[in-house]
């Protein structure tokens, strides 16, 4: 059954005006929704949230281990809380109130880093977010989600809404173009999405690569090669019976992230794949542990081959 | 509860502190004897908790920041109902939940601690939620002087003042001593009545062993409408044993048998000296 959209056809945002106006749809229905922010309600598009819900906003200025620790509290008293900063930041300031006072704690913030991977590109490494798959993905009991397009941010949203349970979202703030026509499938955390079917190549991915990993299967199928594509959106669970699926139908398996190549989806996967026997050739793609090179996002996608070319050479080169 | 039950109540818990540490070969022993004060006066005169209302949304709350005193905190919920205080027999033991800072596993505990600067924001959250809901409950946290120089304190200091949250009271076991030395001369945050006062907080100065001034205290929350309130409690590290009192090694000391057996006939002695009410 296809899931309900508010998403109108062919008008692509970026996830962050989505993630602003699910977050308002919610609000209106549901007096426990809080947004805390850290003076990041206009990174975060929230400042039209702040003023139609004033009593459901709550700034505590530019201290991300208080937002965190503040929402924290709100949740333990029922609240269904949406603490959001810049991914940079609330992951690695705040990892450890996510990890005590969320994780362990077991207070189901909902944890929304904004201008999450590389999405602020020029303003260099203090303002990137290459380390969050991984130091949330060694913290028990938090649901780890990269969303690609629209129509995944939105329901990631409402999902997360509705779970119980303590959940880190990060997006970007580029215009993402619908993977699919239609979105004929219900999005359900822990559950990869098929983008594109073929059996030569499974191409993983996960966030904003996932619609460059799409374009690459154009160039491939030009060199007769036909690859699936999966939209891995929740880094944690990790879908596994989907990764055997593509594995176990391919002759070779890509990853793709907006995260350093250490300790993200790539790694998850091989670790998967590995113990699980299944041996296939295999690329992880991401940020390489450097610093990183300066320049637009796009600038560093390309730099480091995360576009629609460089991803269909690595997939290729994979099965010579 | 009479003062003079509630003093008794402090030195049967400074006997089941030492006893259960003792017998589990571990524990914060100092820290536990310098908050046991204001534990019991919390639970036995001023908060409205108990073990039936404790999932109801307008008890009042709880939070130690300094998480790891908890034996004190699980002396007092165990005298309270929470659970047996036959648990404590397993504190620190495999596989039990009675570990050495709260966790939510345990009946009672509102939050899991142990990481410091994590109290006030939680309480920050909590106090916010009832002025959201318009309930009447309030936030108690006990912290450490140790833990003041954790920077999500002060951060959660302004939020405290900005959202003039005067149903959160703070209070801070202030036992100048902590594992390395005088707080002094670790890192000096004095004054701190006048720090918090600058940021907005109403401060109220107390001896922290005096059971009668500290109820007289509690019962004068909120010291100030629309602020914040911080109790700095004055106490004494290892209070009631004293060879223990103000003396470092005790901060997660544990007693020989010997030492054990002296410190109980110490107690002893004391609970002998607290006056019949009739």
């Given at each position: 059954m296809a899931a309900e959209t508010t998403i109108e056809k062919g008008k692509a945002k970026t996830n962050l005006d989505v993630f602003s106006a699910s977050l308002q749809e919610l609000a209106e229905h549901d007096k426990d929704i809080i947004v805390v922010t850290s003076d990041s309600r206009g990174s975060g598009k929230l400042a039209p949230f702040g003023q139609r819900f004033p009593a459901q906003h709550i700034e505590v200025g530019?201290?991300?281990?208080?937002?965190?620790?503040?929402?924290?509290?709100?949740?333990?008293?029922?609240?269904?809380?949406?603490?959001?900063s810049p991914a940079c930041f609330l992951t690695a300031r705040a990892l450890e109130q996510i990890k005590n006072d969320v994780a362990y704690s077991d207070n189901p913030v909902k944890v929304i880093g904004i201008s999450a991977g590389v999405s602020y590109g020029a303003l260099g490494s203090t303002?990137?977010?290459?380390?969050?798959?991984?130091?949330?993905?060694?913290?028990?009991?938090?649901?780890?989600?990269?969303?690609?397009?629209?129509?995944?941010?939105?329901?990631?949203?409402?999902?997360?809404?509705?779970?119980?349970?303590?959940?880190?979202l990060r997006f970007g703030k580029k215009i993402m173009q619908p993977l699919k026509e239609s979105n004929d499938d219900d999005f359900v955390f822990g559950k990869g999405?098929?983008?594109?079917?073929?059996?030569?190549?499974?191409?993983?991915?996960?966030?904003e690569t996932v619609y460059p990993a799409l374009q690459a299967t154009n160039k491939l199928r030009e060199q007769g090669i036909h690859a699936t594509v999966?939209?891995?959106?929740?880094?944690?669970?990790?879908d596994t019976e989907l990764i055997a699926t593509v594995a176990n139908k391919c002759k070779a398996v890509v990853t793709v992230e907006e995260h350093s190549v250490y300790g993200g989806l790539g790694e998850a996967c091989a670790s998967y794949l590995l113990?699980?026997?299944?041996?296939?050739?295999?690329?992880?793609?991401?940020?390489?542990?450097?610093?990183?090179?300066?320049?637009?996002?796009?600038?560093?996608?390309?730099?480091?081959?995360?576009n629609e070319k460089g991803i269909a050479e690595q997939a290729a080169l994979l099965l010579k | 509860m009479t003062t003079k039950e509630l003093q008794r109540k402090s030195v049967q818990y400074r006997k089941n502190i030492l006893k259960y540490i003792f017998h589990a070969n571990a524990g914060h022993t100092g820290g536990s004897l310098s908050c046991i004060d204001i534990i019991?006066?919390?639970?036995?005169?001023?908060?409205?908790v108990s073990p039936s209302n404790f999932r109801s949304p307008d008890r009042d709350r709880y939070i130690q920041s300094k998480g790891h005193s908890v034996e004190a905190l699980f002396v007092v919920l165990a005298d309270k109902g929470f659970f047996p205080e036959s648990d404590l027999n397993t504190l620190c033991k495999y596989g039990s939940h009675y570990i050495g800072h709260p966790t939510r596993k345990v009946n009672g505990v509102e939050q899991n601690t142990g990481a410091l600067g994590h109290g006030l924001p939680i309480s920050i959250g909590t106090a916010l939620a009832a002025k959201l809901d318009n309930r009447n409950y309030r936030v108690f946290t006990l912290m450490g002087d140790g833990e003041l120089p954790e920077g999500s304190n002060w951060e959660a200091a302004l939020t405290a003042a900005h959202y003039k949250l005067d149903n959160l009271c703070a209070i801070i076991d202030h036992n100048k001593l902590?594992?390395?030395?005088?707080?002094?001369?670790?890192?000096?945050?004095?004054?701190?009545?006048?720090?918090?006062?600058?940021?907005?907080?109403?401060?109220?100065?107390?001896?922290?062993?005096?059971?009668?001034?500290?109820?007289?205290?509690?019962?004068?929350?909120?010291?100030?409408?629309?602020?914040?309130?911080?109790?700095?409690?004055?106490?004494?590290?290892?209070?009631?044993?004293?060879?223990m009192e103000n003396?470092?090694?005790?901060?997660?000391?544990?007693?020989?048998?010997?030492?054990?057996?002296?410190?109980?006939?110490?107690?002893?002695?004391?609970?002998?000296?607290?006056?019949?009410?009739f």
């Open positions: 530019i201290a991300e281990q208080n937002l965190v620790g503040v929402a924290a509290g709100l949740a333990s008293c029922g609240k269904k809380v949406f603490a959001v303002h990137h977010s290459l380390h969050d798959f991984a130091a949330l993905r060694a913290i028990n009991n938090i649901i780890v989600v990269a969303p690609a397009d629209n129509f995944e941010t939105e329901e990631a949203i409402k999902a997360a809404a509705k779970i119980n349970q303590p959940v880190y999405r098929i983008i594109a079917e073929g059996s030569d190549v499974a191409i993983i991915a996960t966030g999966v939209s891995m959106h929740t880094i944690k669970p990790l113990q699980n026997g299944l041996i296939k050739p295999f690329k992880i793609m991401g940020i390489p542990d450097e610093y990183t090179i300066t320049g637009s996002q796009q600038d560093i996608f390309n730099h480091y081959g995360l | 019991n006066v919390l639970y036995n005169h001023t908060m409205n902590q594992i390395t030395g005088p707080t002094s001369e670790v890192c000096n945050t004095d004054p701190i009545d006048k720090k918090f006062e600058s940021f907005g907080w109403a401060v109220r100065h107390v001896d922290g062993h005096d059971l009668d001034k500290l109820k007289k205290t509690f019962e004068e929350i909120p010291f100030a409408d629309g602020k914040p309130n911080l109790v700095i409690a004055h106490t004494i590290k290892g209070k009631g044993v004293s060879y003396v470092i090694k005790w901060h997660h000391g544990v007693p020989n048998e010997q030492q054990y057996e002296e410190a109980i006939s110490e107690l002893d002695n004391a609970m002998g000296t607290i006056p019949d009410d």
